[in-house]
């Protein structure tokens, strides 16, 4: 990947794959029809070579490394796309029930802003996700300084932020873990936020778009989330403040 590219990068959370699982394709397909011109017919070897995958689709169909799928990317060095995915052991909450999770990078460009709400949708879609976010790089730094950690006191998370739960103290696998630009919320993860209330969310609804699954795809601000333009701030703080039980904050 080109040094100084930046870049937005997508995660969906799922539940974990079971035998002839057809959601990896439908993935792989989602994700192409979303971004304009994308091809991910390649692989990268140890080396970061380019690998070409001349039967890519029956590759991933087949090939459950790490109990998900391998690594796929396009040719474009200079605007790199990537999209992978893994079972996690973890668990998204307290029954620590294992999942499905895929990764997905886009450059943060015209194009990449343009294509990245298609993209989120179709992603989360063909994963038949929970829940999931698209951010900016940056951003995703700060949030991993949101987390409240054993033995982490005092624990003062960045720009005033909230301090978020991780995830075996997170009630239910529904409940999104923090938010982020993009927002994909399942109907079931909708549910568990109160999602959308109709006298509060005006706001939010202005910015939303409801998938064909009953899901909904929650865009914070116009642009890509930026934590030093006080207003992009205010907004993610706000939306904190509506939705206390992402990052396991409400009370019991």
Known sequence: MAATQKSL??????????????????????????????????????????????????????????????????????????????????GLAADMTPHFEVHARLPHDEAGVS??????????????????????????????????????????PPKGLPALKLSWDIPAPEIPHYLGWLNYWSAAAARAIGFPDPARDAELLSRSRRTATGGWVVRLTDAPLDLDNPAHLDALKRAYERFPEIG????P
Request: charged share 25%.
């Open 9 to 90: 990068l997508l995660s969906v959370y799922a539940p974990a794959l079971v035998g002839d699982d057809g959601r990896p394709l439908a993935i792989v397909h989602g994700m192409e029809r979303a971004v304009p011109g994308l091809r991910l017919g390649w692989t990268t070897s140890e080396k970061d070579d380019l690998i070409a995958l001349p039967h890519r689709d029956e590759w991933v169909a087949t090939d459950r490394t790490d109990n998900g799928f391998p690594f796929l990317c396009n040719d474009d060095e200079n605007r790199v796309v990537t999209l992978t995915g893994w079972e996690n052991a973890r």
């Open 115 to 156: 294509a990245a709400a298609d993209a989120l949708e179709a992603v989360a879609e063909g994963a038949r996700a929970i829940w999931g976010h698209m951010d900016p790089d940056e951003v995703a730094e700060t949030v991993a300084q949101q987390f409240r950690h054993p033995g982490d006191e005092p624990h003062i």
């Open 248 to 251: 396991g904050r409400a009370a």
